[in-house]
Structures are given as C-alpha cells and as structure tokens.
C-alpha cells in the first residue's frame, strides 16, 4: 500500500505534479528513501507501526500520521522539482560545472543546499520527520 495516493496528494494542496503516473513513480521512490531515513516506521512489511491505524488513534498519532503525509509529498514534489528520484539521480543534476576543450560551463546549482546529506531527501522533509520524532538514531534492544 502506498503511503500517499494521488488524491491524497492533491487533498493536502500540492499542484507541482499533474500526471498520477508521474507521481506514482516519485511517491514509490519517496517511499524507499523515507523508509530507510525513518528505518521502516510505517512500512507495512516490518508492521511495527500502522499508517492506517495513526490517522484513526489518538491526536498525537494523528498528527504525526498527516504529517508523515506531508513529507512524503514534499519528498515527491522535491524529485519532480529536480528531475531525479534517487539519491544518485540527484547528484548528477547538481552539475556545478564542464569543460570540454576550451569550453567552459559553470551553473550556479542550488541542489547540495536542498539535498540533506547524502540521502535524497529534501531538507524540509527531513525537518517534518524531525519534528514529529521518526528521525532518531537510538540502537533497537529487542
């Protein structure tokens, strides 16, 4: 089950993306990359936590659950925005500059500064994943 369908999608009041095929192809690529930043929060093969089950629970999960939404369609407006859906994709678009012969192209490119770290993720989506605590490095004792 996706994380976030298309009607969805345009319900929260994102415009950048149009097409529902061009969606389903960065919100299936937002899924892998949010999954591995969360380590699998609310992934429905590791069933620890459920989607579902937040947007029906008490007002916390709740929150987090709409808000877990918002990120992964900012995550897809962000691999739209910059033409590429992985973590690799984007670092090829951040071409700060070429010489071929005596040719010299230099662009003025902007992606390492919305690109955290070296994940794919945008910077914003990775301060709503912050904020409502699905970025925490703590060790899993069980």
């Known amino acids: 089950m996706a994380y976030l369908t298309f009607d969805e999608y345009e319900g929260l009041g994102f415009t950048q993306i149009t097409d529902a095929d061009t969606f389903s192809q960065h919100e299936a690529a937002a899924e892998t990359q949010i999954d591995i930043t969360t380590q699998f929060f609310y992934n429905a093969d590791y069933d620890a936590n459920s989607l579902v089950d937040d947007l029906a629970g008490d007002q916390w999960q709740v929150f987090r659950a709409k808000q877990f939404k918002r990120a992964v369609a900012l995550q897809c407006d962000y691999f739209d925005e910059v033409g590429a859906d992985t973590p690799v994709g984007i670092a090829n678009q951040d071409l700060s500059s070429i010489e071929i012969g005596r040719t010299h192209v230099q662009a003025n490119s902007n992606v390492n500064a919305t690109n955290f770290g070296k994940t794919g993720l945008a910077t914003g989506v990775v301060t709503v ?10 060790v899993s004792y069980r």
């Open 129 to 138: 994943l912050a904020q409502i605590g699905l970025m925490s490095r703590a």
